[in-house]
C-alpha cells in the first residue's frame, strides 16, 4: 500500500508570501497524485493532479506542484497566498489508473496571516 | 446541480451501538468512495461501490459494511461502535469507477461516547 508523508502540520505565513507545501510519497510503478483542499466546515476539493504528460501541474487560483519521480515527491507551492487560501492541504496517491481508492497524507493546516 | 450530499451532518452514538450514515452523489455518477478522517489524520479509505457492487475495500473490520442502491446513493452501516470510530465520515462520488476526480460531500461527524 502506498504511504504519504506531509512535512509540517501547520504553517503560517504572511499574505503576499511565497508557501511550499510539501509531500512525499512511497514509490510505485506508476501513481497518479493529487492535492485536496479543505477549508472550514467543508468537504474536501481537488486543487490539482499529475495523471500523466508534464510534470508541472496548476491549479485555476494560482497554486502549482511538480511531480519528481526520482524524489518520489509531489510539493505544492503558491508564490504569493491571500488570506482566502487559508485551509488545510491533503496531499494523495493512488497506485495509477485502474486504483479503487486514494492514500492521503496527514494534511497542512495553512494559515494566511494579514 | 446539488453537489455530494451526506446525512445526518452530526451524531452521537454510545458504544455498542450501530449506525447508519446516508450519502447521495452527484447527479449522473455511478460510484460512491466512504473515507473516515479521524481528528489530526488524513481521510482513510473504506468502501468504493460501482454500479452497486463492491469494488474496493479497505483495512476495516467487517463491524463496517455498505451498500449503493438502483439511484446510486449509498449507506454506510457500522455495528457494536467503539470510541474509536469516533470521526469524520466523508462520502465521495466519481462519473465512473476512477479516481481521477472525486467530489467530497461535507461529511458526517459522529462521535461515539
Known amino acids: 500500500a502506498q504511504s504519504v508523508t506531509q512535512l509540517g502540520s501547520h504553517v503560517s505565513v504572511s499574505e503576499g508570501a511565497l508557501v511550499l507545501l510539501r509531500c512525499n510519497y512511497s514509490?510505485?510503478?506508476?501513481?497518479?497524485l493529487f492535492w485536496y483542499v479543505q477549508y472550514p466546515n467543508q468537504g474536501l476539493q481537488l486543487l490539482l493532479k499529475y495523471l500523466s504528460g508534464s510534470t508541472l501541474v496548476e491549479s485555476i487560483n494560482g497554486f502549482e506542484a511538480e511531480f519528481n519521480k526520482s524524489q518520489t515527491s509531489f510539493h505544492l507551492r503558491k508564490p504569493s497566498v491571500h488570506i482566502s487560501d487559508t485551509a488545510e492541504y491533503f496531499c494523495a496517491v493512488s497506485d495509477g489508473a485502474g486504483a479503487n481508492n486514494l492514500f492521503f497524507g496527514t494534511g497542512t493546516r495553512l494559515t494566511v496571516i494579514p | 446541480d446539488a453537489g455530494v450530499t451526506q446525512s445526518p451532518t452530526h451524531l452521537i452514538k454510545t458504544r455498542g451501538q450501530h449506525v447508519t450514515l446516508r450519502c447521495s452523489p452527484i447527479s449522473g455518477h455511478k460510484s460512491v468512495s466512504w473515507y473516515q478522517q479521524v481528528l489530526g489524520q488524513g481521510p482513510q479509505f473504506i468502501f468504493q461501490y460501482y454500479e452497486k457492487e463492491e469494488r474496493g475495500r479497505g483495512n476495516f473490520p467487517d463491524r463496517f459494511s455498505a451498500r449503493q442502491f438502483p439511484n446510486y446513493s449509498s449507506e454506510l452501516n457500522v455495528n457494536a461502535l467503539l470510541l474509536g470510530d469516533s470521526a469524520l465520515y466523508l462520502c465521495?462520488?466519481?462519473?465512473?469507477?476512477?479516481?481521477?476526480?472525486?467530489?467530497f460531500g461535507s461529511g458526517t461527524q459522529l462521535s461515539v461516547l
Open positions: 465521495a462520488s466519481s462519473l465512473a469507477g476512477t479516481n481521477e476526480k472525486l467530489f
Open positions: 514509490s510505485s510503478v506508476s501513481v497518479y
